[in-house]
C-alpha cells in the first residue's frame, strides 16, 4: 500500500489564483480530512468527509472546496488564494468513520505571494 | 470537546521513560483522549487513545485519571527518535472532528 499521498509537494501561488491539492489513499478508508498547520502552530481541521458523497466543514472551511467522488481521492480546492492561505497542508484518512487512527500524508507546503 | 492543556516543552533523558502529561478537567463523559506526535515537518503519527481505562500498545501507555480529568502519556524507553510534538486531543465519540492545540515539544537528549 501506499497509503495516503498528497501532490504537489510544494507549491507557490500568486494572490488570486486557483488551485487543486492532491489527497489519495488506497486503503479502502472511509474518513478523509483536511487540515492546516501555520508555523509554529498546532494543525487546524478544513474539511473531513465520512464516505463518499458525504463532505463538512472543520474549523477553518473558508476559501476551500471539497468533494469526494470516490473513495480513494479527496482534493482540496483553493478558490482565490490569499497570503492568509500561505501553510502547509495535511490530508489524512481512517478505516472507521469515527476515525480513531488517522493515516497522515507528507504534507504540501503553499506559499502565496 | 474538553479542551486540553499540555506543558509547552519536556526534556527526557535517552533510555528513560518519558512522562507527558495532559489536562482536560473539563472532559464529559463519552470523550475520548487520544495522542499524537509529530516528528519534524512530518504528518502527524497516532499514538494511542483511551476513555476510561488504561491503554498499552507496542508504543506507549495511557494512563487516565480515576476521576478523568487528566492524564499521562508513558513512553517506557525513551530513543533519540522520539524527540517530536506531541499532542493530547479530546474528541467526543460521534464526533468527527480533531481540535489539535499546539502540542508539547519533547527532546530526548544523548
Known amino acids: 500500500n501506499a497509503g495516503v499521498t498528497q501532490t504537489p509537494k510544494f507549491q507557490v501561488l500568486k494572490t488570486g489564483q486557483s488551485m487543486t491539492l492532491q489527497c489519495a489513499q488506497d486503503?479502502?478508508?472511509?474518513?478523509m480530512s483536511w487540515y492546516r498547520q501555520d508555523p509554529g502552530m498546532g494543525l487546524r481541521l478544513i474539511h473531513y468527509?465520512?464516505?463518499?458523497?458525504?463532505?463538512d466543514q472543520g474549523e477553518v472551511p473558508n476559501g476551500y472546496n471539497v468533494s469526494r467522488s470516490t473513495t480513494e481521492d479527496f482534493p482540496l480546492r483553493l478558490l482565490s488564494a490569499a497570503p492568509s492561505q500561505t501553510s502547509v497542508y495535511f490530508c489524512?484518512?481512517?478505516?472507521?468513520?469515527?476515525?480513531?487512527?488517522?493515516?497522515f500524508g507528507p504534507g504540501t507546503r503553499l506559499t502565496v505571494t | 470537546d474538553a479542551k486540553t492543556t499540555q506543558p509547552t516543552s519536556m526534556d527526557c533523558a535517552e533510555g528513560r521513560a518519558a512522562n507527558l502529561p495532559c489536562n482536560h478537567s473539563t472532559i464529559s463523559g463519552n470523550e475520548y483522549v487520544y495522542w499524537y506526535r509529530q516528528i519534524h515537518s512530518q504528518g502527524p503519527q497516532y499514538i494511542i487513545h483511551g476513555l476510561k481505562n488504561n491503554e498499552t500498545n507496542e508504543m506507549a501507555s495511557l494512563i487516565i485519571t480515576e476521576d478523568r480529568k487528566s492524564s499521562t502519556l508513558i513512553l517506557p524507553h525513551a530513543t533519540l527518535r522520539d524527540t517530536a510534538v506531541y499532542y493530547c486531543?479530546?474528541?467526543?465519540?460521534?464526533?468527527?472532528?480533531?481540535?489539535f492545540g499546539t502540542g508539547t515539544r519533547l527532546k530526548v537528549l544523548a
Open positions: 486503503m479502502n478508508h472511509e474518513y
Open positions: 489524512a484518512s481512517s478505516y472507521q468513520r469515527e476515525a480513531y487512527e488517522q493515516y
Open positions: 468527509s465520512v464516505g463518499a458523497g458525504i463532505t
Open positions: 486531543i479530546a474528541r467526543t465519540s460521534g464526533t468527527y472532528k480533531y481540535i
